[in-house]
């Protein structure tokens, strides 16, 4: 029963996946959070539902596991704090 739930939840975000993908054309997508945790039971159903429905023009973009870990959400909140902090600061 598990299994089948995360081959249903991997084929759904290997759909999701291979949308984005197909719309931004990114080099790299970075698998983070409790996504990374469960990705050795995802993996296998992501990547048979993101080949079936990614674009041959887009067939490079590689998936990997972010590198940052758990600090992913916090980097890139304190990224868009700095950024705004910046801009602020310039214009100002």
Do not use: C
């Amino acid at each position: 029963m598990q299994k089948k739930a995360f081959e249903r939840a991997g084929h759904y975000l290997g759909i999701g996946i291979s949308t984005l993908v197909n719309i931004l054309n990114p080099e790299k997508v970075y698998i983070a959070g409790g996504v990374a945790y469960g990705w050795e039971f995802l993996k296998d159903a992501v990547e048979k539902s993101y080949n079936e429905n990614i674009f041959y023009a887009n067939n490079e973009t590689k998936i990997e596991i972010s590198p940052i870990g758990d600090y992913i959400t916090a980097l890139g909140a304190a990224t868009f704090a700095f950024e705004k902090y910046i801009k602020e600061e310039i214009i100002a």
